[in-house]
């Protein structure tokens, strides 16, 4: 599978606490805090303002879903009409459009268009009605990824998931080619290939995870998550699951303490969307304690903030060590695994 070279380095290096194994931990040292569409809570989705916000606040992953223009290039758009989210007036499909279309239009959030709880709005102290968000292609979020690395060691995973057009294999596979392609453009010098533990693939679609899962696509056996909604029919299903892919993405509505070991017990991990504020999601009688507390592998939110302050509540960074540390004065020259341990102690 996959994830498993990535799993045996992480047993190598320790970090991974008990792999395989029916528990009510994670499989993993600490949950990814991953941040559903950028820091979608404060700024609108899927914008690189909304990426670079989530970054500061602490996300490990950022999250772009993507959809293709009629000209074959990849957009980070949860929605495939563009109503909703961009500055598009009536119904339009981004597909029908050309890269070019697409980006003449701005980018707005759902909870200014339509009013959706949990996303941004205007006035909220982060931007106003007058400003202006650009649409962000995947390009844009890889070359982020990849600068903040350039940059300072900072190691930012992505998470795109292929969106997909009901009954067009043929247009969803192609995106997926596509995606995989660009993750391995030459530019990013293997920044994207899977040694970083940077990436994770995504789709609800069985047909795309498969593709996904075939080495002969995916060359650099990069993990790849499928995304099932209701956690109790993935628990249920767990072994098959297993044979396409290497972790579930699953909602937090249906979520129990037992469909996340039966997934774990699998060898799958477990990443949970979408979480918003407690009080949001208090309808569902889940909050981030309850949700961690399943011992969940990430959490997509769309409150990175949030979401950090209660990994690092219920997964405390060993204080000691990193003092110590500091006062060899070795942080600086340990690349990006101290520079991800000091961003997350923060
Ligand atoms: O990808 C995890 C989660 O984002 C799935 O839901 O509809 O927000 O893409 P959606
Ligand atoms: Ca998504």
């Not at 956690?231 to 909602?251: H, L």
Request: proline share 3%.
């Amino acid at each position: 599978m996959k994830f498993a070279p990535i799993l045996a380095s992480l047993i190598a290096a320790g970090t991974l606490i008990a792999p395989l194994a029916a528990q009510a931990g994670p499989l993993v040292e600490r949950p990814l805090v991953i941040a559903h569409r950028g820091a979608s809570a404060y700024l609108p989705e899927s914008t690189m303002a909304s990426y670079r916000l989530a970054v500061g606040m602490g996300a490990d992953f950022i999250e772009p879903d993507l959809f293709m223009t009629a000209d074959g290039q990849l957009v980070a758009r949860h929605d495939r009409n563009l109503r909703n989210t961009t500055s598009a007036t009536s119904n339009t499909n981004i597909d029908s459009l050309t890269l070019a279309q697409v980006l003449a239009l701005q980018a707005t959030s759902r909870g200014d268009e339509v009013g959706t709880a949990g996303y941004s709005k205007a006035g909220n102290g982060y931007y106003s009605s007058s400003d202006r968000f650009d649409i962000a292609t995947f390009g844009d979020v890889l070359d982020y990824a990849y600068s903040l690395y350039k940059a300072d060691g900072t190691i930012i995973g992505v998470y795109p998931e292929i969106k997909t057009i009901s009954g067009n294999d043929s247009y969803n596979l192609a995106m997926a080619a596509a995606m995989l392609a660009q993750l391995r453009d030459p530019k990013y010098q293997g920044f994207f290939n899977g040694q970083h533990n940077n990436v994770f693939l995504q789709s609800f679609d069985a047909t795309v995870v498969r593709y996904l899962n075939d080495g002969a696509n995916n060359l650099n056996d990069l993990p790849v998550a499928y995304l099932i909604t209701d956690c109790q029919t993935a628990g249920a299903n767990a072994a098959t699951i297993k044979t396409i892919a290497d972790g579930v993405g699953t909602s937090i509505a249906n979520m129990n303490q037992a469909c996340v070991d039966q997934l774990h017990a699998a060898g799958l991990l477990v990443h949970a969307y979408t979480l918003t504020t407690d009080a949001l999601m208090g309808a569902s009688g889940k909050s981030y304690a309850t949700i961690l507390g399943y011992g969940v592998d990430g959490i997509f939110s769309n409150n990175p903030d949030l979401a950090r302050a209660a990994v690092n509540a219920a997964y405390p960074v060993s204080e000691p060590a990193t003092v110590a540390l500091l006062g060899l004065g070795l942080l600086g020259v340990m690349g990006t695994g101290a520079a991800r341990r000091r961003r997350q102690a923060a």
